[in-house]
């Protein structure tokens, strides 16, 4: 435990699960399978056998690898290739919900004991609120711990397609320390030291030193943090950045109307609105990883729980993204760093900011604008997928003997090459899939691993300090509307 602890923000803990006597399990029409640890086998009125509405939670999703990838497939290492550098940016764990979200909550507390509800709601009859506020959960705990046990012990030669990675050769074992970054906030320090737990052992302090960098979100900069950008940009904070939030009551407004009145049928003499009932949706979540079960999980229609997913993707997109105004210039301060060291080290961050980073970097696979009228169901910003819980980004350097082969193919030889000179790729990997870099950037050539070479890579982010226009991003005077950025930054001339 790295101590003093200050600036630690806000630390109320909730009540403690009690799964064991509160889980309705066996449900009808399904077998019992124990918790493992949440109970998730509530059934959902249309999903499919396949369907799994905790994973349709955007960033209050529990940690899950990405099953979709995003376009290319997964190959082991070359002959002759090594992993020589690891970045990595990583998400704390699950936690309770800030301070004052969902809004929800205040009212429905406000009422415990006076509520008449019927059918699906009775339980909100003797419902009581167990949550604690922004700490991590156990099961939190357990996403930053297992990603640590994760990043440490793998097969050899670092089979991408089994889905784990040897880093722990990486770590030089000499009597050194490495440096992990994380903020003082309570969530982000445990997450940081669990997941050094999880890959040395609780010894981990005789093998790396926790820098914790102060973290308080004033919005005016008292504390330069590169591991949470926002603080600095008081343009993040006000209307100037609500597109994201605006896009996702619009669209909210579309995919509730069915279940804000059925959901009000049934609670006589309580007025819900309808952003109540998509906090309720988000109290699912809370509840799921904070106690283990929920009771709102089963308010909701499978089709309902996919328009969730896509409300926190049209809030992250607008707010975070290339269709915020401030998208790059929260992200900025990381790239840089990241650019001028690529030296091997560890950071933990908010889903939020990890947003900013791959912004800033100019993923552009991930810039689309998307509608507040229907789903995109061929996405590639599933939040659920780039920044749950616990989730987390790899960037390998890799340094192979000779030229790779951009055609992959099992049957093709690793050693074919016309150079005999060593070349250096650089791999990125969100929620353990690879994310291919030549569809964001034109110098990095179509790939089928989805790598690139490390100096097409840093001659085509060169100018990402200029494309930010951090100074006018979050300071100046602009009014851009969801839909009107398309590059993460105002697109209004400054005067």
């Known amino acids: 435990m790295t101590s003093p602890e200050a600036f630690a923000g806000p630390t109320a803990t909730g009540a403690p699960a009690f799964l064991a006597q509160t889980n309705p399990a066996p449900f009808l029409s399904a077998s019992y399978i124990p918790p493992q640890p949440l109970e998730t086998q509530i059934p959902i009125n249309g999903a499919p056998l396949d369907g799994n509405i905790y994973q349709l939670q ?12 995003f376009g290319v497939d997964e190959y082991p290492l070359p002959e002759g290739a090594e992993i020589t550098q690891l970045h990595m940016i990583h998400r704390h764990g699950s936690r309770y919900p800030e301070i004052g979200t969902p809004a929800v ?4 507390v ?3 004991g006076k509520f008449n509800a019927t059918g699906d709601l009775a339980f909100l009859n003797s419902w009581t609120n167990s949550l604690g506020e922004e700490i ?9 711990f297992d990603s640590g046990v994760l990043h440490q012990v793998s097969a050899a030669l670092a089979l991408v397609a089994s889905g784990t990675y040897l880093y722990g050769h990486l770590y030089p074992n000499d009597g050194s320390k490495i440096v992990a970054r994380t903020t003082t906030q309570d969530r982000m320090r445990k997450s940081a030291e669990y997941f050094l737990a999880g890959f040395f052992g609780l010894q981990w302090q005789n093998n790396a030193t926790l820098e914790a960098i102060i973290e308080l979100e004033t919005g005016d900069c008292n504390f330069n943090n590169s591991l949470s950008g926002n603080t600095c940009c008081p343009n993040y904070y006000n209307f100037r ?3 994201g939030k605006n896009a996702s009551v619009a669209w909210q407004k579309v995919y509730l109307a069915d279940a804000h009145r059925r959901i009000q049928s049934q609670v006589p003499g309580f007025n819900f609105s309808i952003g109540d009932i998509y906090d309720l949706q988000s109290l699912c979540a809370y509840e799921t990883v904070s106690i283990g079960y929920s009771h709102f999980c089963g308010l909701f229609t499978y089709e309902e729980w996919k328009g969730y997913e896509y409300g926190t993707d049209l809030d992250v997109t607008g707010g975070n993204t290339f269709a915020s105004p401030v998208g790059r210039a929260v992200g900025i301060g990381w790239v840089e760093e990241f650019k001028a060291r690529l030296q091997g080290h560890l950071i933990t961050s908010h889903d939020t900011n990890t947003w900013s980073y791959l912004t800033a970097l100019g993923l552009k696979q991930f810039a689309p604008i998307l509608p507040t009228t229907h789903i995109e169901r061929d996405r590639s910003q599933v939040r659920s997928y780039l920044t749950p819980f616990g989730g987390r980004v790899d960037i390998e350097v890799i340094t192979a003997q000779r030229a790779v082969p951009r055609l992959r193919q099992q049957s093709t030889p690793t050693t074919s090459s016309n150079t005999s000179e060593p070349v250096q790729y650089i791999h990125f990997l969100i929620g353990q899939r690879t994310v291919p870099l030549h569809a964001s950037y034109s110098k990095c050539p179509c790939r089928d691993d989805g790598w690139c070479e490390l100096g097409a890579f840093l001659n085509t982010t060169a100018n990402t300090l200029e494309e930010n226009r951090y100074e006018f991003a979050c300071f100046g005077e602009y009014e851009e509307p969801y839909g009107q950025v398309t590059n993460g930054a105002p697109t209004t001339p400054e005067v």
């Open 241 to 243: 950045n609500a597109g």
């Open 105 to 108: 909550l205040g009212k429905l």
């Open 110 to 112: 406000n009422n415990t």
């Open 136 to 144: 991590l959960v156990p099961v939190g705990n357990q996403e930053l």
């Open 58 to 69: 955007g960033q209050l999703s529990h940690y899950f690898p990405n099953t979709r990838g």
